[in-house]
């Protein structure tokens, strides 16, 4: 396996100095702590340099979106420099609470093994009181509820068997989430792509992608788990299959985070791994895969959320354009706009007012297009949004799963 200490060379000395980023950056309009992405990054870096005592241990207030790099026309990685700081140069262990909200794979093996007790404990006030006083884990955050029975133990009982019969397949790098949490998202996932002709393999020694670990700065244990998916994913692209996920930040982190931020060379499989409604649209367009959909679909009203990280890989025109597809349906593109969930950070007592100030402008926007369903493909941006309006969030691909005619599908899919 390849690998270089250094792959993402810090381009700090591309900045020109025009505070796009600024302008850009959901933090610095509602946090006056934060110094903003132009000084926490290539500014602040000209310091850091020099000394290492110029670090600001403010740069935690950094959402790690890449909205800034998104802006920058002089293509600076913004939030790699700012992440890079942190990992270098910050102070202090990683506490109690960061590591316990960053090990999503570790609590999620606890948690569904006890889950109706783990989910009403995790309801239950007094609690939510004492995570706040001595966790330091806000009070008004809702967890997300975990599930009694895997993903994985779904398809291994379910579905595995019947994926060796298609031609062309897939390796689905599921993630905490689906497996943890929302198997149904897996579920759907499965569904609709044996229905277009297309086998669903997992990866037995899958790990999460590890972004909770690189924003909590455990580094160690994120590249540990990296180094395992990578294994897994050059072994799937090896036997022939893409790798797709239903979570557009497991993809950014895999494709993207683990160069620039851990040091691991993926170039050789970085283009097999994307998003599910990429793979599929891109198969669409060539004619390959064919979606029938059901007859008198009710006309839902979809309002597209575009996750920060979406908009960073640039293909949240694939999950609308499939969406568009749906007939009779009315899809509003959102304004883009960050949710200001982040993963953990705002589950954090010092984040959670900033968290909910930067999700106001897209939470108001949810509510004057009062949709029947907001779509996106970002799980932390579905908590956050169901727990701040009385919306639904709903994943593409479980809404492409439901108004699908399965049997049409299939048989258009089976020449
Ligand atoms: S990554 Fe996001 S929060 Fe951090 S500086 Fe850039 S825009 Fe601001
Ligand atoms: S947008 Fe890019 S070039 Fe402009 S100030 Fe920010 S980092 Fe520098």
Redesign the pocket.
Do not use: Q
């Given at each position: 396996m390849l690998e270089f200490s250094n792959i993402s060379p810090n381009n700090f000395e591309q900045c020109v100095k025009c505070t796009v980023?600024t302008v850009?950056?959901?933090?610095?309009a509602v946090n006056p702590l934060y110094p903003?992405?132009k000084q926490?990054?290539p500014d602040g870096e000209r310091y850091r340099l020099k000394r290492s005592d110029f670090y600001n241990e403010a740069l935690k207030?950094?959402?790690?979106?890449?909205?800034?790099?998104v802006a920058c026309p002089s293509g600076v990685r913004?939030?790699d420099i700012?992440q890079q700081a942190r990992i270098n140069y910050s102070h202090g262990s990683v506490g109690l609470r960061d590591r316990l909200l960053a090990s999503t794979d570790m609590m999620g093996g606890i948690a569904t093994r006890l889950s109706p007790t783990i989910n009403g404990i995790l309801r239950f006030i007094p609690v939510k009181i004492v995570l706040d006083q001595v966790m330091g884990i806000d009070r008004h955050r809702t967890f997300p509820a975990y599930t009694p029975r895997k993903f994985t133990t779904w398809f291994r009982r379910h579905a595995a068997k019947n994926q060796q019969r298609y031609l062309r397949r897939v390796s689905y790098f599921h993630g905490c989430y689906v497996n943890y949490n929302f198997p149904r998202l897996g579920k759907d996932f499965v569904k609709l792509f044996n229905a277009c002709g297309i086998g669903v393999d997992l990866m037995p020694g899958e790990k999460c992608c590890g972004v909770a670990k690189i924003a909590n700065r455990m580094i160690k244990q994120a590249t540990d788990a990296a180094r395992i998916n990578l294994r897994e994913i050059r072994h799937a692209v090896d036997s022939g299959n893409d790798v797709v996920a239903t979570s557009s930040t497991c993809i950014l982190t895999m494709r993207e985070e683990y160069p620039h931020l851990l040091g691991l060379d993926n170039a050789d499989v970085r283009d097999n791994i994307m998003t599910a409604t990429r793979y599929l649209y891109q198969l669409i367009e060539r004619g390959e895969v064919k979606l029938v959909f059901k007859q008198n679909i009710p006309p839902y009203h979809l309002a597209y959320h575009t996750p920060?990280h979406m908009a960073k890989l640039g293909w949240g025109v694939y999950s609308i354009e499939l969406l568009k597809m749906i007939p009779g349906v009315m899809i509003t593109v959102l304004d883009n706009n960050c949710c200001g969930i982040a993963g953990t950070y705002g589950f954090k007592k010092e984040n959670y007012d900033y968290s909910q100030a930067i999700g106001k402008t897209l939470f108001d926007s949810i509510t004057r297009e009062n949709p029947d369903f907001v779509v996106t493909d970002c799980e932390t941006c579905k908590w956050q949004i169901e727990m701040s309006t009385p919306y639904r969030v709903v994943n593409p691909i479980s809404i492409l799963a439901d108004t699908i005619d399965f049997e049409a599908t299939r048989q258009a899919n089976s020449k």
């Open positions: 980023c850009y950056c959901p933090v610095t903003g992405p926490a990054g207030y950094c959402l790690n979106c890449k909205r800034c790099e913004i939030g700012i920060c």
